[in-house]
């Protein structure tokens, strides 16, 4: 009925122009030009509109990489497909996550430059904006290797590794199931939400029929930073979160406590890393009315500066045996600080990497807001869950949140330009 | 139980800290300093991440402002409070307002200096952030003037506008009561989301006891341009939106389309405007099987440039009588860019505010996305209404969308220092 419209611009090649804005040349009024920054996965600034990070490399990108600003995370349930379907959609969300993350469209032809009569390939709504920072980071649950049946539907039964534990119940868990758990997930961040979304929609249409969605959360304000360089952001209790971060600059600290090494239970994820994801709402109301005193007391900071209250500024080390008045511990027993303190956790330190949510409200009128904890770490059995233990059991912080949601996921290293992501389990 | 920490801060004032903050002295790792930018209300160009726009002035901020990136939009129900109590709330809210805009606390001892065994007169999340463009605008729905059971509670029944109307049922409408009317609103707009989230939370921390949110929405890409240097943005259907806009220097435009003038059926609300909020879910699972032809041909315009199918670039005239082969109309009949024309619809213009909006998944693992319309006119009677009802009626769009919230408010006059926002009306 249509024949294709004769604008002045649909003689040359669309996907020209749109070789040009992934570039930075067309930006999304930022008024930069041509300034587009390829840094390495392992980035140490602070990431900025114009940041594009490569997919291919020997890890994932969007662990040690500067956090960026938004998040778009989505967990999924593959269908009734075969090993070689899903190494299938491994290939298919490994070439659009590689294009995606360069600020091209997710397929080659993109959402104006295909064929008239079918759909585009990418659904074009980051068609004018820059890679924006985003990274494309993908996760194997344990019921991708056992299913929910036990059952080994993709012969790799064998190689979950021991690291991937199903995650105990922690003291006052409230867990819902469809905000919990997963097959598989993608953890796309950016530094622009629309790029973010753009991402996981695109993956989402890619899967179609073949894995689909379970649960997802968009985070707006990141409450971690990964780098020396970022500044550290509040969480919506209105405090510093991510003080004592595990930084990419200390090679060390990642190489010791974020990345698997060789020789651990599985070949197949050495250079990946193991992701706990968790949904914590706040209530924030009741937060709200507490005293100053009362939030300082239970988190073990100062609220204005994020100094430790046992003295000094927001990096001085927390000094957990200071006793202040009425022989008392300054830092009080229960304080959020202590107990996620490595020296309460064995030496347990984790690279957080999560976000604050606000999903709406609730039917009595209150924001339905909290932090969707990401961490990764190179074994849960040793880091997440201790820590996580302790908390649960006596953080006095507990009065104020709640565990809704909780996942667990293999994070493979990165792929190999040619190859896919997670090749190595399926070798 | 505990003493005031002896940080190296404590001794100054942290509230001359957060001064220079506000001040963007300390940004937010932005690497600028002291460029914060004060513009008039009524803005003309692109705001940043360091604009500050008035509260008070003769118009509302956040109608013309030029419209920010992010979103978080707020229907207040008003408890069983009387008239005084109304107006002490619209008190209260109008100082806070006016501070956050400043990039200061929602109160005068803010996060962190007030009486520390008192809750902190602000939550703290934005501390370190700078006012971002941040407008607050406030609404007032039909219900306030009434009440659901037709009771003048506050005494302001006679003082309904005409204009003011209870929106007809339009066709298609599956509209859900818990995202739909309420007494009061409030639209927080920002380029950083945190901002946005901030307002509201603090807004409805001040109104607790008074008022509670019935519903809320964030909104994280704005889907319209009001200002000519904006660049157009996309909405999720992944084409650009809010081309033909009404823009803030199109004087005669706004003055025709957006402000109420003197003279119209209350004296109280000249200098305002009405807000019309619809909550527009996108099936785009479906939309994103469907071929470029059948896209281009439902929007009226080419995908990539934004152009009239009639022909020309993004900003040409669209030529609705243009003929193509076979007799028909390049633009189709049924086109979203021909029923929502002006021409169609006896020269109605709207002024277009929305945001995209992704609310996680539903049960069947499909993204809860769409676009949250807002738009501003001086009378929805001969604007909304007629736009909407040519659009529920015949456009092609329908089937790729479904209306599901929906509210109308009464947006007063700016306030002026020493007063409050709709001062007018309880005059």
Known sequence: MHTKPTTATSGMSRRGMLGLAGAGIVGAGIGVAGDRVAVAAVGTGSSGASASYPFYGPHQSGIVTAAQDRLHFASFDVGDIDRGELIELLRDWTLAAARMTEGLGAGPSGAVDGAYDAPPDDTGEA??????????TFGFGATLFT????????????????????????????????????????QACSDDPQVAVH???????????????????????????????QVTPRNLFGFKDGTANVKAEDAGQVREHVFVPEGDSQAWIAGGSYLVARKIRMTIE???????????????RDKGEGAPLSGGTEFTAVDLDKVGAGGFPVIDRAAHVRLAHPDHNAGALLLRRGYNFVDGNDDLGRLNAGLFFLCFQRDPRSQFVPVQSSLAANDAMNEYIRHVGSAIFAVPPGATAGGFVGERLFA
């Open 127 to 136: 068609l004018d904006l820059t890679a924006s920072g985003l990274t494309i």
């Open 147 to 186: 299913g929910t049946d036990g059952r080994d539907r993709f012969g790799i039964a064998g190689r979950r590794p021991l690291e991937l534990i199903d995650l105990p119940h922690f003291a006052g868990d409230a867990l819902v199931p469809t905000q919990s758990d997963g097959d598989l997930c993608i």
């Open 199 to 229: 991402a996981i929609r695109n993956l989402s249409r890619i899967a179609f029929g073949r894995a689909g969605i379970r649960w997802s959360q968009l985070g707006f304000g990141r409450t971690s930073s990964t780098t020396r360089a």
């Open 286 to 300: 009741t937060w709200d009315r507490a005293s100053l005193r009362e939030q300082e007391s239970v988190i073990g």
